[in-house]
């Protein structure tokens, strides 16, 4: 005898902190989950779908008793439904619980008399690396319970949650049949990949995290995952549902909000169980493996509370020696003064692929002997992008960033080179080039060609435009300053190209967007409060050679994409003449010192002890440039 269960999966952008906002979303997900024929068992709704993930400090404003999310959705939904209709809800928010705040996820019955709260779970693991500081903001739940419902045993996890593969385990061994796993995952990895997953590399990682939980353990995954952007990240939606095999049920789309049902047997789990008893021998040699679990646990405690002593010179076995990376090659932080595109080197380094010293194999005795690598440890992320992927994430994140401020417009100083010129693309795709001003701001030193090759993207776009020379203005200033040198001037016009850019903004009612890409970034070579001040830049975290890689994607012309960049501030001058290095190396080493590799490690690799070294000098003698107001 069968035993079905639809469950249907939402994915939506809620507004951020704005909570009356967001119950009208989640009405709204109820009311298509009751219009599915058949009605679905279970709504799954992703983490934080009240009030949005990055809300850090105003989570104690915004946070609600499960009490209260449960009487809201039973308001909402009795509204709705038809007499006698029952839907189960699982849905993430930011709790207050006895006095503390934590990140949760709820199941409830909605319908009847009064809601019934079948369980909460509070997020176990906060994640404070990389983009996150969770832990500042909540405290961390300490418990992972199986329940019952209506339909048969579930449990919940809330996304880092079940990176811990113990998390599934424990569900799987209290007797769960369905894990609900409710997430706010950004978007991450733009390289090419070769499987038929779409959307970035996270969305593939999840996948095979949601999969291998289902398929070893033979039970039903629901993954639910926020869209949307938020604090410059976009959250990828690729929500899913694995059967018990590990099988995909059902995919929705990433970026995208959506919702989708699929149609289960919870049958199935006996079949995959019995033929693939993994569940059963785990549980078998459980009371062994928990002695050899607690043991591992003591020495882990004892490891980390214990200095460990090294006889030898009294020093502790682990400590730093020495002054640290970087300095047997000499590679030490080098400051810098101003805040100009500052050139450091008259001549441009030519471009050159990675130097590697790769073992040669030879033969002996009829077999191929492979010599071990003389260096070991990796790589980073590849610098090539999937182009189709890229523009479509960054189009979405300009549509969603401009309707989050309230604005149907976007100015963009369009130079004529390949930054600008992409940017203006991205633009018009997201908003229609009707929406899209750009300014042509030239200075009676600048470039014809920096003119000429905008105009070829305004008249390949049809975007509006509009020339304002910033000759007189910064000449104006000038003349009290005659002595003033080439990086001076430079910033002069920078300044007052954004004063032009900020002001036609408001006369438009117009969002500035931002052309700088993360290498510039990196090197610091834009001038402070200048061309960092746009408050949406959507190259910030693309590479310059991937940029030049999305501007061959999307048609700019050729004569942009393949000219020196150059910022024009100074006669005859090039990104690449000031750097002393060119772009491709420069983010060839930037890829692998901001993925952990040191400098040293980087020379025994065999990178040109120079060429790191000047890297190294640009990344850490800018840093200032970098940080918010003291």
Known sequence: MSRPLILAVAQ???????????????????ADALAMTPRPHVLHLPETAFTGYFVEGGVRELAMSAGTVADELQSRFVALAPAGATLDVVVGFYETWRSTLYNSVLYVTLGGDVPVIRHVHRKIFLPTYGLFDEARFVEAGRDIVAFDTTWGRAAMLVCEDAWHSLT?????????EVLFVSSAAPARGTWPRGDDVPGPSSVARWERLVRDIAEEHGIVVSLANLVGSEGGKMFSGASMVLGPAGDVRLRLPVFTPAIGAAHLDLRDLVRVRADMPLLADLAQALPSLHAQLRDAVDAQASRTSTPQWDAGDGTMIGAPRGEGAGDA?????????????????????????????????????????????????????????DAALVERWLVQFLRDELRRRGFEQAVIGLSGGVDSAVTTWLAAKALGPERVIAVRMPYR??????????????????VRHRTMEITAAVDGYLQHEPDADGARRGNVMARMRMITLFDQSARHRAVPLGTGNKTERLFGYYTWHADDSPPINPLGDLYKTQVWALARHLGVPSEIVDKPASA??????????DFGISYARADTLLNWLLHGWTPDELVARGEPAAEVRLVVRRLEGTHWKRRLPT
């Not at 030193?445 to 049809?462: C, F, K, N, Y």
Request: aromatic share 0%.
């Open 568 to 577: 024009d501030l100074v006669q005859g001058q090039t990104d690449e003449g």
């Open 12 to 30: 939506f952008a809620p507004a951020k902190a704005d909570v009356p906002a967001n119950r009208d979303r989640i009405a709204a997900l109820l």
């Open 168 to 176: 599934g385990t424990i569900a799987a061994l209290q007797g769960a």
């Open 445 to 462: 030193t600048s470039s014809p060609d920096s003119l000429a090759h905008a105009q070829l993207v305004i008249d390949a776009l049809g």
């Open 329 to 385: 090659a000499g590679l030490h932080a080098v400051a810098t003064s101003g805040d100009t595109h500052a050139t450091t080197s008259p001549t441009t380094h030519a471009a050159s692929a990675p130097t590697r010293h790769v073992a040669q194999p030879r033969e002996h005795g009829g077999m191929l002997v492979i010599p071990p690598a003389p260096v070991a440890g990796g790589a980073p992320p590849s610098l090539d992008i």
